[in-house]
């Protein structure tokens, strides 16, 4: 079966500083693996996804993933954080025709 | 216009009222997705159009009727709705069923049932 798991249903950072939001996943078959970015009030962005080619991951604004998978991790990084990061965060895996959502990791950002 | 839009972004609805959701695609996507995301809890899926073909429900009560008039519109009709049936919800749309495609999300419909 298949499941995700963020570790962190919070997270807080300071402007400039390193991001990292946790996921771990749990899938029967090859996994495609994304994060998205959900601003207050606004529908779900993609920031990047892994589909079995390079297992480093690069998306938008900076961020970028790692498929590792004897670790079953895809965690989300970025080197400097900024105040516009601040949002929540979605891990998501799927496969077959299951799409499975994380809870929500919250990014704090301060100044 | 591009993306995925939703009308209305708020909407407040009595317990025996009856409105509709629309959700819109400009994308030349194939399938469409409905999503209820309430606070605190991850995001359920409702609903799986593929092709103008209903795919999957996933035992969503029958107060909420989806319907898929061609590739690019999605309704969600609502009925005799509960106040725990307050959430935001979200269209989304992909190329395909296959779930290695992404999907793109509209804003979200804030509804308030009172």
């Known amino acids: 079966a298949q499941s995700v798991t963020q570790l962190d249903s919070h997270v807080s950072v300071s402007e400039g500083t390193p991001v990292l939001l946790r996921c771990n996943y749990s899938s029967s078959y090859s996994p495609s693996l994304f994060w998205y970015v959900q601003h207050p009030n606004k529908g779900l962005q993609l920031l990047l996804k892994y589909t079995s080619a390079a297992t480093l991951v690069k998306g938008i604004n900076g961020f970028e993933a790692e498929f590792k998978k004897s670790e079953t991790s895809f965690h989300l990084t970025k080197p400097s954080a900024h105040m516009s990061d601040a949002a929540e965060y979605f891990c998501?895996?799927?496969?077959?025709?299951?799409?499975?959502f994380g809870a929500g990791t919250r990014l704090f950002v301060k100044a | 216009e591009t993306g995925v839009t939703q009308t209305p972004r708020h909407l407040v609805m009595g317990m025996t009222n009856k409105k509709s959701l629309k959700c819109e695609q400009h994308?030349?996507?194939?399938?469409m997705y409905w999503y209820k995301q309430s606070a605190k809890k991850p995001l359920e899926l409702m609903f799986v159009y593929s092709l103008e073909e209903r795919v999957e429900n996933n035992s969503v009560p029958s107060r909420f009727s989806p319907e898929c008039p061609n590739s690019s519109h999605l309704f969600l009709h609502l009925h005799t709705l509960q106040p725990e049936d307050s959430a935001l919800y979200l269209c989304?749309?992909?190329?395909?069923?296959?779930?290695?495609?992404?999907?793109?999300f509209g804003p979200g419909t804030r509804l308030t049932v009172t």
């Open positions: 994308l030349g996507h194939n399938a």
């Open positions: 998501v895996t799927t496969g077959g025709f299951k799409t499975i």
């Open positions: 989304a749309s992909s190329p395909s069923r296959d779930n290695t495609y992404e999907q793109y």
